[in-house]
Nanobody, 123 residues
Framework: QVQLVESGGGSVQPGGSLRLSCAVS????????INWYRQAPGEDRLMVAR???????NYADSVKGRFTISRDNAKDTVYLQMHSLKPEDTAVYYC?????????????????WGQGTQVTVSS
């Protein structure tokens, strides 16, 4: 069982910045990728950013150039640095661990979610 705990959400004015953290229980390198998703009221949960075990990253078009995902393997933590925030970035942000590989164990279908952290961008 893995636990993911998000933190760092809050309220900010348009143009502001926030840094979200996702603390992963155990060795973060067991997972093939760590993702950040967001879900606005009445909308689907959508992927915002992904960082794989090798450090490669992917971003949704809507956040490219504004958000940066990074990882600190020593702290088993993934970060989402968000700049130039817009009202449309308002959502609950979720951390997701995807795919599991440790020793002989391999499960590419593995998925685990954190509880989410609210980000509100408003003047």
């Amino acid at each position: 069982q893995v636990q993911l705990v998000e933190s760092g959400g809050g309220s900010v004015q348009p143009g502001g910045s926030l840094r979200l953290s996702c603390a992963v229980s155990g060795n973060i390198n067991r997972f093939l990728a760590i993702n950040w998703y967001r879900q606005a009221p009445g909308e689907d949960r959508l992927m915002v950013a992904r960082i794989n075990r090798g450090g490669g990253t992917n971003y949704a078009d809507s956040v490219k150039g504004r958000f940066t995902i990074s990882r600190d393997n020593a702290k088993d933590t993934v970060y989402l640095q968000m700049h130039s925030l817009k009202p449309e970035d308002t959502a609950v942000y979720y951390c997701n661990a995807m795919g599991f590989q440790s020793g002989a164990q391999y499960d590419p279908t593995f998925s685990s979610w954190g509880q989410g952290t609210q980000v509100t961008v408003s003047s």
